[in-house]
């Protein structure tokens, strides 16, 4: 292992180049992919749904997300989705 001098800047720095050019060849798949499958790995990924949660105007229960990639919310006056803004966990 290299601990000081130019060696191990050098590592360093092949290590972040490394890593920054795996990260751009992932984000360059990501950005090229049919978006049913963007909208189907981010469902996957959704940590709100079946959680209460609560906006500026209102509250309901997450209830996933529609093939436009809004949030999907059941409320007491019916189903809406909400496509921007600030969304927080209701603590009960």
């Known amino acids: 292992m290299v601990t000081g001098g130019i060696g ?3 590592a360093v720095n092949l290590i972040i180049w490394t890593g920054l050019f795996l990260y751009l ?7 090229t992919a049919p978006a049913e499958e963007i909208l189907s790995a981010y469902r996957e990924r959704d940590a709100l749904a079946g959680r209460d949660i609560e906006w500026a105007n209102g509250r309901g229960r ?3 997300i529609d093939d436009e990639g809004r949030l999907v919310v059941e409320t007491g006056a019916g189903r809406i989705v909400l496509d ?3 969304v927080h966990l209701t603590v009960r």
């Open 25 to 31: 060849l992932r984000l360059g798949a990501r950005l």
């Open 8 to 10: 191990w800047v050098v």
């Open 84 to 86: 921007a803004g600030e």
């Open 62 to 64: 997450a209830a996933g």
